[in-house]
């Protein structure tokens, strides 16, 4: 997996304070082309809210663990990311992931011995700061507009995170998750290139699954998020078909993902 630049933060984000309107008052949050941060990330956390949509255009896999987290790949080895150009930029119509959406935001707690959760930017994002042009973040003292709906989807996307907690505590209870390998040979290579470090659904234990358990994820929509991951392993071969094109595979025997 990709590391955060500090122990303790997720990936992207490299320092998070709380946004008040004493230290914040005169900020602003500009447009940029692009997401620069991504230019090495091989993989993106994904929300399974998401994974129908994003299945389209990624191989969606988890990590390793016993709590594993759905990734979205973009390249198949660290380093390495086949989707944005040097930019940053997505492909036009590119499904773009919420935790790429919600950086340098996030919902956080300040302080172990509370669960309420704090507004938190980086403050070191190209899109945020003292700039002559932009959108303010507060108005007359006061939270803006463009403000407010960055904590909506903030806390949209902390809903559906615990909802990809519920999914993974059904899946690990039902015992669905398995070793994952990928493999390919480019014509010419002497030797296949072989891909694991992640987990993935058996779709042979979904074929096993009790019936009323079957029936039960096919009327609560879990058993489509399921398949969405099944079928996102296709992108797979797409995904080592543009490292291949672009002269980014590793040397034989090199690292690989995970």
């Known amino acids: 997996m990709a590391s955060a630049p500090q122990q303790g933060l997720p990936l992207f984000y490299n320092e998070l304070v709380p946004i008040s309107s004493q230290q914040h008052g005169d900020w602003k949050l500009r447009a940029v082309d692009g997401a620069k941060f991504l230019n090495n990330a091989h993989a993106v956390p994904l929300l399974v809210e ?21 990734l979205a790949l973009m390249g198949l080895n660290e380093g390495v990311n086949v989707i944005v150009d040097e930019r940053g930029m997505f492909p036009d119509d590119w499904y773009v992931p919420a935790y790429v959406r919600r950086y340098p935001f996030l919902l956080a707690r300040l302080s172990p011995d509370t669960d309420d959760l704090s507004l938190c930017v980086d403050p070191t994002s190209e899109v945020i700061g003292q700039f002559d042009e932009g959108e303010p973040i507060f108005q007359d003292g006061q939270p803006s507009e463009r ?66 358990v079957a029936r039960k994820w096919l009327q609560n929509g879990l058993m489509a998020l399921v398949y969405a991951h099944l079928f996102s392993l296709q992108r797979m071969a797409d995904i080592f078909g543009r490292q291949s094109q672009r002269g980014m595979l590793p040397p034989p025997n090199g690292p690989m993902l995970g």
């Not at 191989?59 to 709590?67: A, Q, R, T, Y």
């Not at 659904?201 to 979904?206: F, K, R, T």
């Open 147 to 212: 403000t407010k709906a960055v904590l909506q989807f903030c806390e949209q996307v902390e809903q559906a995170s615990a909802m990809t907690t519920g999914f993974f505590n059904d899946i690990k209870e039902q015992k669905l998750l398995t070793d994952g390998e990928f493999s390919a040979q480019p014509t010419g290579a002497a030797q296949p290139y072989i891909y694991r470090g992640f987990q993935i659904i058996s779709e042979d234990a979904v074929k096993n699954l009790r019936g009323d």
């Open 50 to 70: 998401e994974f129908i949509q994003a299945s389209r255009f990624y191989p969606i896999v988890f990590s390793l663990g016993d709590n594993p987290v759905p």
